[in-house]
Structures are given as C-alpha cells and as structure tokens.
Antibody, heavy 120, light 106 residues
Framework: QVQLVESGGGVVQPGGSLRLSCAAS????????MHWVRQCPAKGLEWVAF????????YYADSVQGRFIISRDNTRNTLYLQLNNLRLDDTAVYYC?????????????WGQGTLVTVSS | DIQMTQSPSTLSASVGDRVTITCRAS??????LAWYQHKPGKAPKLLIY???TLESGVPSRFSGSGSGTQFTLTISGLQPDDFATYYC?????????FGQGTKLEI
C-alpha cells in the first residue's frame, strides 16, 4: 500500500535552513504529482507547494514563495522541500501528500508529518 | 488565488446527530472540492472528492453535495469516532487552498 515517510524536521533558528525529505513506496512515484501541506500550532491545514509528476512545474503558496523549494528525485522515489530564510511562523508539522489518479485528482494519501520548530 | 470559507468553525453535537458543514469558494471551482477528516497526531484522511464522491472505505453516513461555489458535508448519525476537525479543499487550480476547518466536538 502507499507509504509516505517524512524526515528532516527539527529545531532551527530564524533565518536558518532545513531540508525535508519524503520517502515514497507502494506506488509508481514518477507518475504522480506531490504536495507539501503544513499545520501550524493551533491552526488549520495550509497547502504549501506542489510539483508535477516529472518535476517540470512547481507551484507555491504566497507565504513561502521565494523561500521554499520543492523538488523530487524519481530515481530515488523521494520528494524534498528546501526551507530557507525560516521565520517563526513557519513552525509547523509538514506533511507530504500524493495526488490521486486522474479519476480522483484530490490529494489522496498523506504521510504522518515531520515537525519543524523555528525558535531562537 | 481561490479563497475557501468554511463554517461553522466549531460545531457541538451528540452521538446520533446529523450535522452539516458548509464551504464556499471565492470563485467557481466546478466540482473540484474534497473533504478531509483530521485528528490530532494523525495524517488527514480523504473522505469525499469531486464534491460528492465517497472515497473507498469511507462510511456511507458521510455525504457531500454542491457545485460552483457552495458545498456541504453532511454526517448522518454521528459516531464517537467522527469527532475530529474537517476541512474542505479546492483543487480547481494547482494552488490547493483549504478552508479554515470545522472542529466537531461532543
């Protein structure tokens, strides 16, 4: 079955950087678009970024545009999120998620999340 | 960007009740709307996609309706396991924005 396992979270100072990874298994990674979604403490879900199946197109929320970079390695079945110039309000649990097939399209499968804490 | 407005933000109900959550899009999204259930410490769970299609394995007490800009999620006959936070999400554009969430409390 689909498995998405995030890693790379931790504590970082404001202005710092971090790279999150998401190891995918149980499906053909190279044919599905992938998302990053986050949940800040006591807040709702916030869509962060999307990358198409082949990595040709990437889309970002305004709140992270220019600071975060989504990428993927289809040979390693891994999704990445590079977090740069981190701010206090980037503190959140970050989830990677897989879009469904064309008949579904909605975000269908999710990882358990990795916690990023931005603190001085 | 498409803004999603969800209401109410909190809903108090009892086991066996029927509840409805509303989601409004700032522009038409056809039927490109999904509903998720989220519990603390867990991954969100897809309940409904294309506004009204039940995801495989989701109990039939969950139902969705609507198109264009107005959508609803209805849970008929609340079960103890249903108390969670629910989110709508549009996927008409690549910027998959969420509603603010509705916390369903006992």
């Amino acid at each position: 079955q689909v498995q998405l396992v995030e890693s790379g979270g931790g504590v970082v100072q404001p202005g710092g950087s971090l790279r999150l990874s998401c190891a995918a298994s149980g499906f053909i990674f190279s044919v599905f678009g992938m998302h990053w979604v986050r949940q800040c403490p006591a807040k709702g879900l916030e869509w962060v970024a999307f990358i198409r199946y082949d990595g040709t197109n990437k889309y970002y929320a305004d709140s992270v545009q220019g600071r975060f970079i989504i990428s993927r390695d289809n040979t390693r079945n891994t999704l990445y999120l590079q977090l740069n110039n981190l701010r206090l309000d980037d503190t959140a649990v970050y989830y990677c998620a897989k879009e469904g097939p064309a008949s579904v399209r909605a975000t269908q499968d999710w990882g358990q999340g990795t916690l990023v804490t931005v603190s001085s | 960007d498409i803004q999603m407005t969800q209401s109410p933000s909190t809903l108090s109900a009892s086991v066996g009740d029927r509840v409805t959550i509303t989601c409004r899009a700032s522009q038409t999204i056809s039927s490109w709307l999904a509903w998720y259930q989220h519990k603390p410490g867990k991954a969100p769970k897809l309940l409904i996609y294309k506004a009204s299609t039940l995801e495989s394995g989701v109990p039939s007490r969950f139902s969705g309706s609507g198109s264009g800009t107005q959508f609803t999620l209805t849970i008929s006959g609340l079960q103890p396991d249903d108390f969670a936070t629910y989110y709508c999400q549009q996927y008409e554009s690549y910027f998959h924005s969420f509603g603010q969430g509705t916390k369903l409390e006992i």
